[in-house]
């Protein structure tokens, strides 16, 4: 029975052992979990601040005749969008439209653009150029809103 007391003694030892190494894991485990999330959420908060941050300007290439030349999704603002917009032409060629053709002035501001979009019946083709802004390689088909 002497023997049978130590080991009796011995199981719950152990099993406390065990339990507070597992216990101590788990905090700490929690204490780097929490760490993760706080470093995951400055992260977040980072991107969300730099995100709502005004970009500088695209500075876009120019072609021999001076004129800037790029997609117009690295413009910040339609201010800011290439003197030749890239487009693709019916005739499936990569080329591009003069800002000027794509965004008339005198439009003065965006509820204009969109009642003289609402206005518009049929497609009006303008033109699409090589980038040497002169040669002309297609037409480009600016559609009304349903479709035309």
Not at 98 to 123: E, I, N, R, W, Y
Request: charged share 10%; with cysteine; proline share 9%.
């Amino acid at each position: 029975m002497a023997s049978s007391t130590p080991r009796g003694w011995k199981r719950p030892a152990l099993l406390a052992t065990l339990g507070c190494v597992t216990i101590g894991a788990l905090a700490a485990g929690g204490t780097a979990l929490a760490a993760t999330a706080g470093s995951h959420s400055q992260q977040h908060a980072a991107q969300a601040q730099n995100a709502a941050a005004p970009r500088a300007p695209h500075v876009f290439a120019r072609n021999a005749h001076g004129l800037s030349y790029g997609s117009e999704l690295d413009a910040t603002d339609p201010a800011n969008a290439p003197d030749l917009i890239a487009a693709y032409a019916t005739n499936g060629k990569l080329g591009y439209v003069l800002k000027k053709d794509l965004h008339p002035q005198g439009l003065s501001g965006p509820a204009a653009a969109v009642h003289a979009q609402a206005a518009m019946t049929t497609p009006t083709p303008i033109p699409v150029y090589a980038i040497d802004g002169v040669t002309r390689i297609g037409v480009y088909l600016i559609t009304p809103p349903n479709g035309g």
